[in-house]
C-alpha cells in the first residue's frame, strides 16, 4: 500500500522555515527606528555625535540619522512660563513677596549652542530665568515703598522686566551666546505683605473714608444753608419789589388823585361828607358842653355877600 498523503504542514516545519525570515524583519525595523527621527511641531532637533553637538539644529518633521551614534534631542521655541516667588525688602523696610510670572522662548537658530552651554529648557529655567526674575526684583522693590509697589504697580511692572531682560543679556553674553532667550513678558501676579502692614492699610483706607465721609456731609450742610440763604435772599427781594411797586402804584394814584381835585372844591366837600360819621363835634368849656353844627362853606360864603 501507498502512504496517504496529508495536505497541511506541520506547524514546527513552518516556524522553522519563516523564523530566518521574521528575525530579518524585526532587525529592518529596529534599523529604521534607528535611523529615523521625527521633531514636532515647537521644536527643534539638537543632533549629538557620539556625545559631541553638531552646530545646525534640525528643523520640524521627519529626518535621518546614524544608528547607535548620533542622538536627537529636541528643544522647544514656543513660549515658556516661569514662575518664581521672591522676598525682598521695600524702601521703608516693609518685607514683601513678589509672585512673578516670565515669559520668554528660546531662539531656535541658537538652540545648540543654548544646549551645549546651559542645558535643557528645564536647565535654561532653572539656571537662567528663575536667578534672574529673583535679583530683578529685589533689586526694583529696594527702589519703592510698599504702598508705591501697589499704587504704581504698572512702573514696578516695567522695571522689573527691562532687570530680568539686562541680567540674561549679561549672562548670555558671558557664554557668548547673545540672543538666545527672548523674553515676551512679565505679569506681577500677586504682592504678599505683613499682616502688620496689611492692618495699617486697611485702618488708613478707613481713616480716609471716614474724612470723605465728613467732608461729603459738610459740603451738603453748606449747600443746604446756601440754598435756604439763596431762596431768603430770593424772597426778600420779591417782597421788597412788590412793595415798591405797591407804594409806586399808591403814589401814583395819590398823584392823580390830586391832580383831578386841583380847582374842585365841591369834590373836596363831597369828600368831607362822605367822611363824616354824622356825629357832632363837641366843645367843653366852663359853661358845659358845646356841639358845633358845621357849616357850610357856601352858606360863608353867602353871608359874606350880604351886606
Not at 536627537?72 to 522676598?87: C, D, F, G, N, Q
Not at 521703608?92 to 541658537?110: F, H, K, M
Not at 526684583?137 to 531682560?165: D, G, P, S
Amino acid at each position: 500500500m501507498k502512504p496517504s498523503v496529508s495536505g497541511s504542514a506541520d506547524p514546527a516545519q513552518l516556524a522553522g522555515k519563516f523564523a530566518p525570515l521574521l528575525i530579518i524583519v524585526i532587525l529592518l525595523m529596529v534599523a529604521a527606528a534607528g535611523v529615523m527621527v521625527t521633531v514636532d511641531a515647537g521644536n527643534v532637533g539638537v543632533v549629538k555625535r557620539f556625545g559631541a553637538v553638531r552646530d545646525i539644529a534640525l528643523p520640524e518633521g521627519l529626518h535621518f540619522k546614524l544608528p547607535f551614534a548620533e542622538e536627537v534631542v529636541p528643544m522647544t521655541t514656543r513660549l515658556t512660563a516661569s514662575e518664581a516667588k521672591a522676598t525682598a525688602a521695600s524702601r521703608d523696610l516693609q518685607i514683601v513677596t513678589t509672585d512673578v510670572t516670565t515669559t520668554y522662548a528660546l531662539d531656535g537658530a541658537l538652540a545648540p549652542l543654548t544646549f551645549q552651554r546651559i542645558g535643557t529648557p528645564e536647565k535654561v529655567a532653572s539656571n537662567i530665568v528663575n536667578p534672574a526674575i529673583q535679583e530683578s526684583v529685589k533689586a526694583v522693590t529696594a527702589k519703592f515703598t510698599a504702598e508705591q509697589l501697589v499704587t504704581q504697580r504698572e512702573v514696578v511692572k516695567q522695571q522689573i522686566q527691562q532687570a530680568i531682560a539686562t541680567f540674561i543679556d549679561t549672562t548670555l553674553n558671558e557664554k557668548d551666546i547673545r540672543g538666545a532667550i527672548t523674553i515676551a513678558n512679565v505679569a506681577i501676579t500677586d504682592f504678599k505683605f505683613s499682616d502688620e502692614f496689611n492692618k495699617a492699610i486697611e485702618a488708613k483706607v478707613q481713616a480716609e473714608q471716614d474724612a470723605l465721609k465728613a467732608k461729603n456731609e459738610k459740603l451738603t450742610r453748606v449747600t443746604q444753608a446756601e440754598a435756604a440763604a439763596e431762596e431768603m435772599k430770593l424772597a426778600a427781594a420779591a417782597k421788597a419789589f412788590s412793595i415798591e411797586a405797591e407804594s409806586e402804584a399808591r403814589a401814583d394814584a395819590i398823584t392823580r388823585e390830586a391832580e383831578a381835585l386841583t380847582g374842585r372844591p365841591e369834590v373836596l366837600r363831597l369828600r368831607s361828607i362822605e367822611r363824616w360819621d354824622g356825629v357832632l363835634p363837641r366843645i367843653t368849656s366852663s359853661e358845659g358842653m358845646l356841639q358845633m353844627l358845621p357849616l357850610d362853606p357856601g352858606m360863608l360864603e353867602g353871608s359874606s355877600k350880604k351886606p
